[in-house]
């Protein structure tokens, strides 16, 4: 790892101790991208899309603009966001994330939060909200900016946040985990929203988590559809014509093709008591592209300004005349900010057992894995339930936790499965218990190349210790179904992949917290193999109300102890949280670690927003 970065680590850590308590087609050109980039050479709108309600009119007054046809100068174009078919909805609740739509690691363009979280200065920063107050060891007292509103001109009020954190009270929600230890969330007036915590099992940093994570919705929509709907029916609402949101851009026209936001001109933030102005690119779009090397094209050909897609070699694009960069000059490139692992389903037999799990961590080939699979973006593999940036270090490192980790050892591997009695059969695959030892299917995304890249390293691996998993790459909603309801044999996910104000505990609570797991077959959010342990629930649940830092390191070494015991999960890389690629064909003023006077986050997250007021056009 390179000076500056340790630098910037350094930097970061610091603060967040002071203020922590919280996945594209060339052709076309650079003028308009080509609408073959997500497969149809014309465009098909949805109903609501096609219908007329004067979109392209408002659009021309900005340049003579069609659906189809932006102005250039006025259009930031994406890529990678996760778009590689038509999005299927514009509902927060729905559990699927799609351009623009919000989640945690998401960005502010139709939904905001109340905060936003900036990772370079660990601050909390304003957002749909201008403060925030613990007024005693059990209550926060949230104050809303009194000038919010709703794209449709309805007054933003604290009546708009009490909903949003109530409803996850009635229906499971990403935020119902809140009500895990909170007892209520009040408004007391227009502008006043309390959280009260239950006094038997506070979390301040879960509370300071979803304050910058949770996207608001508008009480006047969403109360009536929801008596309209039903649960189950609510979360099927597609919610595509004319979506409600408070952000700075609202939808102006989707199809299979393409997703278009338009800047919302009466954005309550460009009063003064928030932004003081409005974003600079009147559209923001992104291309549906089929996978990564599509958006990669579209990238490399101008037809894309920023892209949070995967780009092997990245150094190898900036050696031509294009201008352009990331936040970082040097290797990684990228600020590390996420440990995609394997989840197992520890019900199949084999699976079961940890030692076989364990196995299989010895068959990984770590270095291929961070040198094919993510072209050097990655440190060294040590397996552990943190990672090894300054602000995550919590562990008392000891001989008993260095003997339980594994590496890249295949006789290592081998000798735990012959002393399981794991015998080979006549096709080198071994039985245990009378049961083969595969073919398990590990999944992630077809769209995520650098992801498939390792997943193929795993499953050639397994193969050297007659294990047989076999890759299997499903479109992202059949995958996000599947690692919900745990309807699967191995999956791959980022657990808490968010650089946020809790980090690295919401890591290690997405990694092993059971309180909130449900059947196989029901909808979950977190701790997707379903590991169950009452010591590392009961540890999960003091740390965040721990003061003295020693004890703190002693939670988290026997949360690792635990985890490493059990391997319920394999990490396979030290991913970027982001990645951060951008072009200055037609846009300039792109953060990087040298140009930064505003303090704008490297990534897509909320506070990243910024990025709108401060882009200019390149000509």
């Not at 994406?78 to 559990?95: E, R, S, V």
């Not at 189950?232 to 989707?254: A, C, H, M």
């Not at 579209?298 to 005349?321: L, T």
Request: aromatic share 12%.
């Amino acid at each position: 790892m390179k000076g500056n970065l340790k630098r910037w680590i350094a930097i970061v850590f610091v603060v967040a101790l002071l203020g922590s308590l919280l996945a594209a087609c060339g052709g076309g050109n650079a003028a308009t991208p080509s609408a073959s980039a997500g497969g149809e050479a014309t465009p098909k709108a949805s109903d609501e899309a096609d219908k007329d309600d004067g979109k392209d009119d408002e659009a021309s007054a900005g340049g003579d603009a069609t659906a189809t046809n932006l102005p250039r100068e006025e259009t930031l174009y994406y890529a990678g966001l996760g778009l590689w078919a038509a999005p299927q909805t514009f509902n927060p609740i729905a559990g699927v994330t799609t351009f623009p739509m919000p989640n945690a690691s998401g960005f502010a363009l139709l939904y905001e939060t109340l905060f936003s979280y900036n990772l370079l200065t660990g601050e909390m920063e304003p957002l749909i909200a201008d403060s925030y107050e613990w007024t005693d060891d059990l209550t926060c007292e949230v104050k809303i900016n009194p000038d919010a509103h709703w794209n449709d001109g309805e007054k933003l009020t604290a009546e708009d946040v009490a909903y949003t954190f109530n409803l996850a009270n009635e229906i499971a929600i990403s935020w119902s985990s809140i009500w895990t230890n909170c007892e209520s969330v009040e408004a007391t007036d227009e502008t006043t929203v309390v959280f009260k915590m239950k006094a038997d099992n506070p979390n301040r940093l879960l509370v300071n988590e979803l304050l910058a994570s949770t996207y608001i919705i508008p009480k006047h929509i969403w109360e009536p559809k929801y008596e309209e709907l039903g649960e189950t029916d609510l979360r099927q609402w597609q919610n595509f014509e004319d979506p409600v949101g408070s952000g700075p851009y609202k939808i102006y026209y989707f199809d299979d093709t393409r997703v278009v936001t338009i800047r919302d001109d009466n954005y309550w933030g460009q009063t003064e008591s928030r932004f003081g102005k409005l974003p600079t690119p009147k559209y923001i779009a992104h291309m549906v592209y089929k996978d990564n090397a599509a958006a990669n094209n579209a990238f490399k050909a101008g037809e894309a300004d920023i892209s949070q897609a995967f780009i092997p070699e990245i150094w190898k694009v900036w050696e031509g005349d294009m201008e352009g960069g990331t936040y970082l000059k040097e290797l990684p490139y990228h600020i590390p900010g996420g440990m995609p692992s394997i989840f197992f389903n520890m019900e199949l037999p084999g699976l079961d057992n940890s030692e076989v799990r364990r196995a299989i961590g010895y068959s990984i080939n770590y270095p291929k894995v961070a040198e094919l699979a993510l072209s050097g973006y990655s440190a060294d593999m040590v397996p552990s339930i943190l990672m090894p940036t300054e602000w995550d270090q919590y562990l008392n490192n000891s001989d008993e936790l260095d003997a339980l980790r594994w590496t890249y050892d295949v006789d290592k591997a081998n000798e735990i499965l012959d002393g399981l009695g794991a015998e080979k059969g006549s096709d080198g695959i071994r039985v245990l218990n009378g049961e083969r030892m595969g073919p398990w299917s590990v999944e992630c995304p077809k769209s995520f190349s650098d992801w498939t890249a390792a997943l193929e390293i795993v499953a050639t691996g397994s193969r050297d210790i007659g294990v047989e998993i076999v890759v299997d790459l499903p479109e992202r909603p059949t995958w996000e179904n599947h690692y919900q309801t745990g309807e699967f044999d191995m999956i791959m996910y980022t657990p808490a992949g968010t650089l946020s104000p809790s980090q690295p505990w919401q890591r290690v609570r997405y990694l092993m917290y059971s309180k909130e797991l449900k059947p196989r077959g029901e909808q979950i959010f977190l701790n997707f193999s379903r590991f169950q342990s009452d010591r590392a629930d009961e540890l999960i649940e003091a740390i965040p109300n721990e003061t003295d830092e020693a004890k703190i390191k002693e939670m988290y070494t026997e949360l690792d102890k635990i985890w490493l015991e059990n391997v319920p999960s394999l990490p396979l890389m030290y991913r970027p949280g982001q990645f951060y690629e951008f072009n200055e064909t037609v846009w300039t003023g792109f953060p990087t670690e040298d140009n930064n006077p505003n303090n704008i986050p490297p990534f897509h997250y909320q506070a990243g927003n910024k990025l709108w007021f401060y882009l200019e056009p390149k000509n």
